[in-house]
């Protein structure tokens, strides 16, 4: 299990323009590492526009966000169209990323178990994971991030 404190594991994939997008591409910047299940669902929406809406105030303070999930980059490009998301998200299809960062886990959802991408967000500076959250809050996640980081 990854903890605060460990240096984040390396990561490289495209993103929904099928460009290479890796931990290094974010040396200089406090990078918001998300993962979520699957675009265009209503709490992955939510999370993805609470940033969008939120962006601005991020670069401001040296942020850039990545949001990973196994859809493919098509998927992605139709959920950033839609939603007008300032940001990159990859596609971890092969689902590397999501399983080195400890996001693919036993869930329940209505009385059933299954496997699936845990949602997750990890701040990572300087390569070294410095905040994760185990429970997002969907609606209000810019906030969530900001508080525990002051």
Known sequence: MLKEGDKAPNFKGIDQNNEPIELSNFSKKKLILYFYPKDDTPGCTKEACNLRDNYDALSKD???????SADTSAKHTKFISKYNLPFSLLADTEKEVIKSYNCWGLK???GREYEGILRKTFVIENN?????FEKVKTTDHFNQIIEALN
């Open 128 to 132: 070294t994971i410095i905040k994760i």
């Open 62 to 68: 040296n942020f850039a966000v990545v949001g990973v």
């Open 108 to 110: 329940k959802f209505m």
